[in-house]
């Protein structure tokens, strides 16, 4: 190859020092074959490159970003035209109901709002039905009221009210209604998250319950734990930065009825609940302080008594 270019050479050499490179090169290439296939190899693998290049970043979109809209409490046919304008795909992938929210709308979504993506993406979302999820509502009777909880709480509803009733065993289930009918038999459908009110036996001859500690726990946690000591969850005071979002994550910082103390069956206990961290700190250490305190007047109480007790047995 290279001797077939040396004649070139040699002769551009000879040509006068005033002719420029330009003109010397394309001397070389006017007259050297080679010299030419070279260039003309060269000039097609650069063309190659930059149409591969090219036609790679239309296809990936290189470089078209876009921040992904906030479509939460938007309906799909708003959601649908805020994303039409960034070529967005969007696919519902799930449906819940939540009553505290307007039915039809938009949930969550994924990605998250505020996170960029490349046009053509799609964007899952979770949407609120337009009526609520039926579930068959357990038939409890005749199970203790741990039982029932557990059966309740895990078919998705709640506990409306525990209505007690006098009879020999303590908190078993002597019955359930439904929004006001009697449940009899299995088979009978319940919205979700809906209640249920539960019979229970009560012997006189056994202790009133013992209020449970409440503060520091959810909603959720709360009302468990009052439901199975055989407690009604009277109202819930929220703060004014508690909201149907967080509304599961806040906890309880006070409550009606303090921790250790005995109450009726059926008796309604109040909770209040925030998001404030240091709110619920200082909850639990006034709810252990008042529990001790309790504690002391009762043990006093009990001294005093067997003082008396004492005195009456010393004969005159």
């Known amino acids: 190859m290279y001797r077939n270019l040396r004649p070139a050479i040699y002769e551009m050499k000879r040509q006068p020092r005033n002719m420029n490179v330009i003109e010397k090169f394309k001397q070389l290439i006017s007259q050297n074959f080679l010299a030419r296939q ?7 693998l650069l063309l190659l490159f930059i149409v591969i290049s090219v036609s790679l ?4 979109r290189h470089g078209q970003k876009y921040r992904v ?3 939460s409490g938007m309906t799909l046919d708003e959601a649908r035209k805020t994303s039409a304008k960034l070529k967005l795909r969007l696919e519902v992938i799930d449906s819940v109901f939540v009553s505290t929210k307007a039915k039809g709308i938009i949930l969550e979504q994924y990605p998250k709002a505020g996170n960029f993506v490349k046009s053509g993406r799609r964007i899952f979302l979770t949407t609120n039905t337009f009526s609520p999820k039926m ?16 059966k309740i709480v ?25 929004k006001g009918k009697n449940i009899t038999q299995n088979g009978t459908m319940g919205e979700i998250g809906s209640g249920v009110e539960l019979i229970v036996g009560n012997n006189p001859a056994d202790p009133d319950p013992i209020v449970p500690g409440l503060v520091g726990l959810t909603v959720d946690q709360a009302r468990n734990r009052l439901w199975e000591s055989g407690f009604n969850v009277g109202s819930i005071d929220q703060d004014d930065n508690v909201n149907a979002d967080n509304l599961k994550n806040a ?3 006070s409550q009606s009825i303090g921790k250790n103390r ?25 709810m252990n302080r008042d529990a001790e305190a309790y504690q002391r007047e009762q043990e006093a109480l009990l001294q005093d008594s067997l003082n008396m007790t004492e005195q009456d047995l010393i004969p005159e």
């Open 69 to 71: 809209p906030d479509f």
């Open 57 to 60: 970043s239309i296809f990936t």
């Open 262 to 286: 005995p109450a009726m069956f059926g008796r309604s206990v109040s909770l209040k609940i925030t998001m404030d961290d240091k709110k619920v700190a200082n909850g639990i250490q006034a």
């Open 251 to 253: 906890k309880v910082y």
């Open 154 to 178: 895990g078919a998705g509803l709640t506990i409306s009210k525990l209505t007690y009733k006098q009879d020999i065993a303590t908190n078993n289930i002597l019955g359930q209604r439904y």
């Open 135 to 150: 579930v068959p509502v357990p038939y409890v009777t005749g199970f203790s009221l741990r039982q029932a909880k557990n």
């Open 38 to 44: 070279i260039i003309l190899a060269v000039s097609l």
